[in-house]
């Protein structure tokens, strides 16, 4: 310890901090609170010295003003940025003399330095949120909110918005009023209503009822007031407008008159708040992130904008803060999503607006520019903190929504490794953002699938698919069947060989519905292409086969059942004993359980039109003219009662299922079919005739008077048989 500073051994100024002596007990204060400002260490060291509650003893019961001042900077340096800190001065029971302080103390400097205490405090997701929600606590923040003191105010609504983790949370404020107080500080001074958009903006995060309850607040005068602060002169006031309004159209889209250009207008403040220094620049990538998100229009815009270059600056600059790293990669993923404009430009395969008046060495240090960016991407796959690991796999998954990346630039090992290894990570929340990620790179046009199997990646997602966690089920079961999308016999020979019929029935039959659909999916890839392939649905006694029909027989969702049935067309598209297999299902020869046929329920359920085309999927396949037994499943078809029902679907709102029926018709009647209008159900069995010749015309239009002919008599022409 240097000499200069004056400083006792830390066991001694501890001591002192109980000493007798006023000025004693002072210097001490001052001593450790000067010693442990940003050293991490020397928090540690005097937590655990014991130094922390008698702090806090100085601040619960001494009188004087520098004591008291000197005890809350103390505090409030050991809870700064320290979580161990935190824990240390919460333990030590400060949170009610810090209140008591706010409340009663007529001391301005006093107040200010509690207040600041409280404003670290609540920093930490350590904080005792619920506790500052009950009671006389709740009125006091309120009531604080209209402080003389604007800082007082600013730590108010700060602590409040820090309280809003849930919807309960929320409203909890809003019941108590917290949201009025909120809106009436924004015709204040600078500070009061930066920290009341800072409270309104935690308020509707995520919640659709607060949100158009803020719209409508005094007849949308209150809104108005938000939207004109987005032009402010200063810049923290832009940027907190913009994440209110922005948290307000993510919970709830199209909620107020011209929306589209309100956010197209904050999409330009916000891609310029990104080069601000300090707290706006480090959070405005992620309220960027918030404005574009699902919307391609201004996505696009943000492309014009050059967000995707401003971003990839970002990157470049190496070492940024752990929050503002997260939020540019969520604001890549978002621009990056549906937009290929943006992809191809930051994988620098085509230049941006400003790029192209680059050439020979402009154009180099261009491509070196976006190269550094996709490094930072991967490198981010590593980072210590799980938030920004999440970021960078839902990036690269954005990006992997493009054939052509796959295939070339996200073809490189250094990309592939890292991201496998997440399938691991401590933390399920990264794991199943890097299953996400995943399931686009092993899909079968990349090059990825050999790597895959080398670094035993099957076998993690197999392992995963038997997770506890139905989030992490769901992910790994979609990456087995991205996995198995047009893959050859070996790779589905391989995959099965782990996962075993048992796991992938158990898996057909999950407690969610979601694993259930992609279960089944993953039995539709494994089935489609050669007789072999669907061959292994046959395995076991057929077990994965029965485990389908039975799915069909019992699930209500209609993306379980348009999987289900895609199983039946894929195996229904094999041999002769395959078509007979699902034919024993589609049209079995007695009642079983799941009668009448689950075919013919569900070319009759209007709600789902990719449920109906999958059905007549099945059907056409099942009675393809060519097959050696097609007469006689049609006619087993037709008894079912399928052929009156694709009748009925002629004239289908959904294009491609009337397209799909008339060829199924075609092949009922080995006729060509044009329309209802050669179409006859003739009696006593209703049995459908399709009529090439031009004088069908005739006999359809007598047809009612001669059916009712035949009802009368009771006699039918041998013809008709």
């Known amino acids: ?25 002072l210097k001490a204060l001052r001593d450790v609170k000067n010693q442990i400002i940003g050293n991490k260490t020397k928090k540690l060291s005097y937590i655990k010295l014991g130094a922390v509650p008698r702090v806090v003893e100085i601040l619960a019961s001494d009188s004087e003003t520098p004591l008291l001042v000197q005890s809350a900077a103390a505090v409030g340096s050991f809870a700064c940025g ?15 003399h810090l209140l008591k302080m706010l409340s009663f103390g007529d ?17 930490s997701t350590l904080a005792p949120r619920n506790e500052m929600l009950v009671g006389q606590r709740m009125e006091l923040l309120l009531a604080l909110l209209s402080s003389s003191n604007e800082n007082v105010a600013e730590v108010a609504a700060h602590v409040l918005a820090r309280c809003c983790e849930t919807p309960e949370h929320q409203q909890v404020i809003v019941d108590a009023g917290g949201m009025q107080r909120l809106v009436s500080l924004l015709s204040g001074s600078v500070k009061r209503r930066e920290a009341a958009l800072d409270g309104l903006a935690a308020l509707v995060k995520n919640n659709p009822q607060i949100s158009l309850r803020l719209v409508a607040m005094e007849q949308g005068r209150a809104l108005a007031s938000i939207v004109r602060f987005v032009k402010d002169k200063a810049p923290r006031t832009r940027f907190l407008a913009c994440m209110c309004l922005a948290n307000i159209s993510r919970s709830c889209p199209c909620c107020y008159p011209q929306e589209w250009d309100i956010r197209a207008s904050m999409l330009a403040v916000v891609v310029k708040l990104l080069e601000e220094p300090g707290q706006v620049g480090e959070e405005s990538p992620t309220v960027l992130a918030d404005i574009v998100a699902n919307n391609e229009e201004l996505q696009k815009a943000a492309y014009k904008f050059d967000a995707i270059v401003k971003l990839c600056a970002l990157l470049q600059k190496g070492s940024l803060p752990t929050k503002q790293l997260e939020g540019v990669l969520m604001a890549l993923a978002e621009l990056c999503s549906r937009l290929e404009d943006s992809r191809r430009q930051l ?16 154009n180099q240090i261009i491509h070196l520019f976006f190269q550094q960016a996709q490094a930072a991407i991967i490198s981010a796959l590593s980072h210590p903190c799980e938030g920004v690991r999440v970021a960078a796999c839902t990036c690269i998954k954005s990006i992997s929504r493009s054939v052509k990346n796959l295939r070339t630039t996200l073809s490189d090992e250094r990309l592939v490794f890292p991201l496998f290894k997440l399938l691991d990570d401590p933390y399920p929340v990264v794991q199943v953002a890097a299953l996400s990620a995943v399931s686009n790179v092993v899909l079968d046009f990349t090059p990825h699938k050999s790597v895959f199997f080398q670094c035993g990646g099957v076998s993690q997602l197999i392992q ?42 158990s898996l057909i039959h999950d407690s969610e519905e979601m694993v259930e659909e992609q279960a089944l999916a993953f039995v539709r890839n494994l089935v489609y292409g050669s007789v072999d392939s669907v061959q292994q649905v046959f395995a076991e006694d057929s077990a994965i086969l029965t485990a389908v029909e039975r799915q069909l027989c019992i699930a209500s969702r209609p993306e379980v059942c348009t999987q289900g ?13 395959h078509k007979e297999a699902v034919m024993s299902f589609v049209a079995p020869v007695s009642p079983g359980e799941c009668s009448p046929s ?124």
């Open 1 to 25: 310890m240097p000499a200069s500073t004056g400083w006792g051994k830390p066991e001694d100024l501890v001591e002192n901090l109980s000493s007798l002596d006023t000025t004693a007990r």
């Open 82 to 96: 320290n979580e161990a800190g935190v824990k240390a001065v919460l333990d030590s029971g400060v949170l009610p």
């Open 107 to 123: 001391n301005k400097q006093v107040v200010e330095a509690c207040a600041r205490t409280l404003k670290m405090i609540f920093q």
């Open 347 to 362: 994988l620098d395969q085509e230049p941006g607006k400003n790029e192209g008046n680059f050439t020979g060495r402009g």
């Open 464 to 505: 995963l698919s038997r997770s506890m966690d139905p989030m992490l089920r769901l992910n790994a079961v979609w990456a087995l069947r991205n996995l198995l999308y047009l893959a050859d016999m070996s790779v589905k020979e391989k995959v099965m060989a782990e996962l075993t019929v048992s796991t992938l029935t």
């Open 565 to 577: 049935v895609y199983v039946l067309s894929n195996i229904a598209a094999g041999n002769e004993s």
């Open 598 to 721: 689950p075919i013919l329920r569900f070319l009759q359920d209007m709600s789902n039109p990719q449920l109906r085309v999958a059905a007549v999927w099945c059907v056409m396949n099942l009675s393809y003219p060519d097959s050696s037994g097609a007469v006689t499943r049609v006619a087993r078809l037709r008894e079912t009662g399928i052929e009156q029902q694709l009748l009925k679907m002629v004239d289908d709102p959904c294009l491609d299922v009337k397209d799909r029926v008339k060829t199924a018709l075609e092949q009922f009647t080995g006729e060509q079919f044009t329309g209802l209008a050669n179409v006859l159900i003739l009696p006593p069995e209703n049995r459908v005739v399709i009529f090439a010749n031009p004088a069908f015309t005739l006999i359809s239009f007598y047809w009612p008077q001669i059916i009712d002919l035949f009802e009368l008599v009771k006699v039918y022409p041998s013809g008709f048989d």
